[in-house]
Each structure stands twice: as C-alpha cells, then as structure tokens.
C-alpha cells in the first residue's frame, strides 16, 4: 500500500506539506514520502533511514588527557675508531718515541714537525738610502759613461753617410745612460755628480779607432754586468742590465761596420 505524507503532522512543524512533496518527488522519484510512525510526539515525521543520536558525555565525565611524555634527546652515536697499536714504553702521544728494535714492526712512524718558512724582511725602498753602498760603482760608471759618448762623438766626425750616423746614435746613448746613471745617484745620495775623465786619445785611422772602441763596449757590458750582480737594489740591477745590453749592441754594430768597411 502506498504511504501517503502524513500533511497534519507537517503542518506542526511549520513545513508546508506542498513543498515538501514537491521536493521529495524530484529528490527521491517513484517512492513513497516517509509518513508519522506510531509513538512518535504528534506532529513529528521521522525517516525510517534516520540513526538515533547518541547521548553527548556531559563535560564531567571527559576523562582528561594525559599530557605526552617529554622526548628524550638521543645521545650521538660517535663512530667506532680502529685500535691503535700499542708503543714502546716511554712515549707519550705528544712526544712519541721512534723505536729501533724489531718487537713493534706495527707501530706508527714518528711525525716530524713541518719546516716553519722563514718570514721574509721586507724589502729596502728602490733607489733609497740603503743603496748608499752603490755611490761609488755609479761615480765608476758614470765616468766610462762620459768617456763612451766624447769617443762616440769624436769617431762620429770621421765618418761620413750612414757610418757617421751609426756612431752618433752611439754615442747619444751613452749619453743617456750617463743621465740614468745621475738620477740614481741623486735620489741615493741626494747630490749632483760631474764625471772626471779626459778626452780618450784615439787612432788615426777611422778603423783602429772602430776596433779600440768595440773593445771598449764589451768592457762596458762587462762592468754593468758585474755591477748588477753585486747590488740589492731591484731598480739599479735593472738599470744595470739594460746598459750592459746596450754595451753588447753597440759592439755588435760597430763589427758590422768593420764588415762593411773590408
């Protein structure tokens, strides 16, 4: 028999029976809408789907909720090592002693401490007063300076063309090298020198005095050489080495010239 909805017991609950079919019919189509069980308060429709509440605890009855135990911190677990062999009697880990004899072929070697390197001293200023040693080997070479360009000059006039022009430019280089050769000595000793030396004598003949000069620029390389060699000076080693290439050029030039002459 077909269940039909109980409207009287709707309209109790302030629901409008109407509605209420219209929205069960499209909800749940082809059944019938629950209708008023027997014992139920008057007025009220219950769905014979519907789980009874169960009663809520009152809030005396919670039982309380025991607080979680602190965590206890895990000690680190530290890595096994490998034994150490066991030493002669006598030696300490800061001080250990090199066996000699066979009974302990497993024990360590001995450190040995690092060479500690050596601070270095600080540099000495370039051209400063602790090249006051260095006056003297200046004055030197400032004389053979002076005597290389009046023998450069005094060749240069005997000469004609591209020989004339050669020997000229060897002899404004020495002049160079003399005014190099100056300034260091000033800024060393804070005076002015003037070189002492004659005019050289030279040959007569444009070849002999070609050959007289060659062997005075290898005795210029040679002495700039030396001199750098002997000096701490950065800046005068140097200026040292590059006269002493200067000296090697010039008597390279003045062998060409020969050459050329026959």
């Not at 429709?45 to 911190?73: C, G, H, I, K, L």
Request: with cysteine; proline share 15%; charged share 20%.
């Amino acid at each position: 028999m077909e269940l039909k909805v109980n409207r009287p017991a709707l309209a109790g609950q302030d629901i409008d029976p109407d509605t209420f079919q219209r929205v069960w019919d499209r909800v749940m189509p082809g059944q019938a809408a629950p209708a008023a069980r027997e014992g139920d308060a008057p007025g009220s429709s219950v769905p014979d789907t519907s789980v009874p509440a169960e009663p809520s605890v009152p809030p005396e009855e919670v039982p309380p909720v025991e607080p979680a135990p602190p965590s206890e911190e895990v000690p680190p677990v530290e890595p096994e090592l490998p034994p150490v062999p066991d030493c002669p009697a006598g030696s300490t880990p800061d001080t250990p002693t090199c066996p000699t004899c066979p009974e302990c072929p497993t024990c360590p070697e001995c450190p040995t401490c690092p060479e500690t390197p050596s601070t270095p001293a600080p540099p000495d200023l370039c051209l400063g007063e602790a090249s006051q040693g260095d006056s003297r080997q200046l004055e030197a070479l400032m004389d053979l300076a002076q005597e290389g360009a009046m023998a450069g000059r005094a060749i240069a006039r005997r000469a004609n063309g591209p020989r004339a022009k050669t020997l000229s430019a060897l002899a404004c280089d020495h002049r160079m090298a003399l005014r190099r050769l100056s300034a260091a000595y000033f800024l060393i000793t804070g005076k002015r020198y003037a070189p002492k030396c004659a005019a050289p004598a030279l040959p007569a003949s444009l070849a002999m005095a070609l050959r007289q000069q060659f062997v005075w620029e290898q005795q210029w390389e040679r002495q700039n050489t030396q001199a750098a060699q002997a000096t701490a000076d950065p800046c005068l080693k140097e200026l040292y080495q590059e006269l002493a290439q200067e000296g090697a050029l010039h008597a390279g030039c003045i062998r060409s010239l020969l050459e050329q002459m026959g």
